[in-house]
């Protein structure tokens, strides 16, 4: 029982949050937002943006995808 939900949590529920958490902050959250409570740049903003919309979601599918079907 203790090995299924060490699975399904380290496995499946910590990229889930990830990828919410990027997903959300990359397209809900205003770039304003990003660029004020980050110190960053307009430039850094826009870098920041891409990245949370795009790269770091596939990445986090990617690596969950990795980690599932390693296990299996």
Known sequence: ???LLDYLTSNILL???GLAIAVFAGWALPE???VEQLGLGPGG???LRIILRYVAPAVIA???ASA???QA
């Open 1 to 3: 029982m203790f090995d």
């Open 15 to 17: 990229p889930i949050g």
């Open 32 to 34: 304003r937002m990003l």
């Open 45 to 47: 903003g826009r870098i």
């Open 62 to 64: 990617a690596s969950a």
């Open 68 to 70: 599932v079907f390693r």
